[in-house]
């Protein structure tokens, strides 16, 4: 499978996201990743509808919303009718997992489900064969530039094994802390879509720093 980079705005500018958007697309990027906090699920207060609608608007790339928010439910719609091309909700947010994932493809749009780092991958085990995607937290998740989670290595790899035999098996992705020494170790553990931030945005090259998460080595000097 081709490794997917989702860029993480949350790691640019915050007062020239439009911009930041268009980087990612020059970068070579194949989602822009827009980090939604409530500031309850999480600590910061982020980004809403209308960021997500002017994103859209703005730039040729399919909008990858991460709903770090309580109640996730009350917000899908808005959501799908802002662009979003796919919509991940936490694990944690919602005792009806299996309901709300069907709800996001009611919506239009592709279902990802993603676990904090004290999260089980057990948890997902009864939705594998209706999520798109499964976002394994490799920070706590809140803050762009984080270090990544060791132990998301071994979380990686028991996804991994919960994956064979599902006919039709969602892809698996990582946030947090993505950059070229992290990216391999994700990669070689099973992840094909790298959510990155910092990793591009702050790279004197981003889209250098794009090619070479996506291969996962650093590129040759
Ligand atoms: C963390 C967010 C991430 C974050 C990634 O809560 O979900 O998407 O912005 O940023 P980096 O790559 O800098 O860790
Ligand atoms: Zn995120």
Redesign the pocket.
């Known amino acids: 499978m081709d490794v997917t980079i989702s860029a993480?705005v949350?790691a640019g500018d915050p007062g020239a996201l439009t911009w930041e958007a268009r980087r990612a697309k020059a970068a070579a990027a194949d989602l822009v990743?827009l980090?939604v906090m409530d500031g309850r699920f999480v600590p910061p207060i982020s980004f809403g509808q209308e960021t997500a609608r002017a994103l859209g608007e703005a730039v040729d790339l399919p909008l990858d919303v991460?709903l770090m928010v309580e109640e996730p439910w009350h917000h899908i719609a808005s959501f799908a009718a802002a662009g979003a091309h796919l919509i991940t909700v936490h694990a944690e947010a919602t005792p009806h997992l299996h309901r709300l994932l069907g709800e996001i493809h009611q919506a239009g749009c592709q279902a990802g489900v993603a676990l904090n780092p004290a999260t089980p991958v057990g948890v997902v085990a009864h939705v594998l064969d209706l999520a798109d995607l499964v976002l394994v937290m490799t920070v706590n998740?809140g803050y762009a530039g984080q270090t990544f989670l060791p132990g998301s290595v071994e979380k990686l790899n028991q996804l991994r094994s919960m994956l064979r035999g599902v006919s039709r098996p969602p892809r698996v992705g990582v946030?947090g802390g993505i950059d070229l020494g992290t990216a391999p170790l994700a990669l070689g553990a099973g992840a094909d879509f790298l959510?990155a931030g910092t990793a591009i945005f702050g790279a004197a090259d981003p889209l250098a720093a794009v090619a070479a998460l996506r291969r996962g080595h650093t590129p040759r000097a």
């Open positions: 993480s949350l990743h980090d991460h998740p946030d959510v």
